[in-house]
């Protein structure tokens, strides 16, 4: 069983920063690839941003040029750099990791943007 947890997410005001970490408990180095998600209360689970086992990079329309992924193969952590963060950025920010014999889901981590 792979575990995966997030940490990072706070309150923080529009325009500011904020960096989130995904530490997954076993090596990701062959791991398919890993992806942040978030939901706002009332909506659906949204893919934030991906990035694959060779590093190719993905991301939501919303997000493109404010958010940057990353991942760290030996730390066995991905990261993900928000900046120009907006009100609408507001949610809970969940960590998943495709490995070859399964997906794993982080218990989520709050961001809230104030206007």
């Known amino acids: 069983q792979v575990q995966v947890m997030e940490s990072g997410g706070g309150l923080v005001q529009a325009g500011g920063s904020l960096s989130l970490s995904c530490a997954a408990s076993r090596n990701i180095f062959r791991i398919n690839s890993m992806a942040w998600y978030r939901q706002a209360p009332g909506k659906q689970r949204n893919l934030v941003a991906s990035?694959?086992?060779?590093?190719?990079?993905n991301y939501a329309d919303s997000v493109k040029g404010r958010f940057t992924i990353s991942r760290d193969n030996a730390k066995n952590t991905m990261y993900l750099q928000m900046s120009s963060l907006k009100p609408e950025d507001t949610a809970v920010y969940y960590c998943n990791a495709d490995y070859p014999r399964g997906r794993y889901w982080g218990q989520g981590t709050q961001v809230t943007v104030s206007s």
């Open positions: 990035i694959s086992v060779v590093g190719s990079t």
